[in-house]
């Protein structure tokens, strides 16, 4: 019976491990006015994180040594254009209506899983019109609750790529 124990917690414990080994977090290359960089982010507080309200740049958790569970995105995903957060399982993808494009988060179970690409160049952008990336908002610093020194928060959006601001284009990920 202990064998058996023992062998159950060996599984979950390397579950674990394999599930956060999978995990990375996409960053804005530029760290802007925060050494700890900003990361996308579900907005709302971690595992209480609401998918409704959609995605924001975050001062990046993992200083804190581990991956959030609403910045985490699954690293295999994303070499095929997917950007699958399996911590809500959901992912992020493009409603577009009368040429504005907007990221939301829903389920991954259509077609357009593939909205959005990352780029050579660092840009995650439209796949159907490349001149679209992914930006943060220049003027939408706001501070957050907690955090030491206090988290910052801003706003993203599908902006025209534009070389003036590139620097809020530009993404990259890690683990």
């Given amino acids: 019976m202990k064998i058996l124990i023992l062998v159950f917690c060996l599984f979950i414990l390397s579950k674990n491990i394999s599930y956060s080994s999978e995990l990375v977090e996409i960053?804005?290359?530029d760290n802007l006015d925060d050494e700890r960089g900003f990361c996308i982010d579900i907005k709302g507080h971690k595992?209480?994180?609401s998918i409704e309200k959609g995605i924001q740049a975050h001062t990046c958790y993992s200083y804190?040594?581990?991956?959030?569970?609403?910045?985490?995105?699954?690293k295999q995903s994303l070499t095929n254009?997917?950007?699958?957060?399996?911590?809500?399982?959901?992912?992020?993808?493009?409603?577009?209506?009368?040429?504005?494009?907007?990221?939301?988060?829903?389920?991954?179970?259509?077609m357009e899983l593939n909205s959005l690409a990352f780029?050579?160049?660092?840009e995650i952008h439209?796949?159907?019109d490349k001149s679209y990336c992914l930006t943060v908002v220049e003027n939408?610093?706001?501070?957050?609750k907690g955090g030491s020194p206090i988290h910052k928060m801003r706003d993203i959006?599908?902006?025209k790529c534009n070389k003036n601001i590139h620097h809020l284009q530009k993404w990259g990920y890690r683990n």
């Fill in 27 to 29: 960053y804005l290359l």
């Fill in 47 to 49: 595992s209480r994180a």
């Fill in 64 to 74: 804190q040594g581990q991956i959030s569970i609403d910045q985490g995105f699954k």
């Fill in 81 to 110: 254009s997917i950007f699958y957060i399996p911590g809500f399982s959901v992912c992020m993808k493009v409603k577009s209506d009368n040429f504005k494009h907007k990221t939301i988060l829903s389920k991954c179970d259509n």
């Fill in 119 to 122: 780029s050579e160049s660092n």
């Fill in 126 to 128: 439209l796949t159907k």
């Fill in 140 to 144: 939408s610093l706001r501070k957050g």
């Fill in 157 to 159: 959006e599908l902006l």
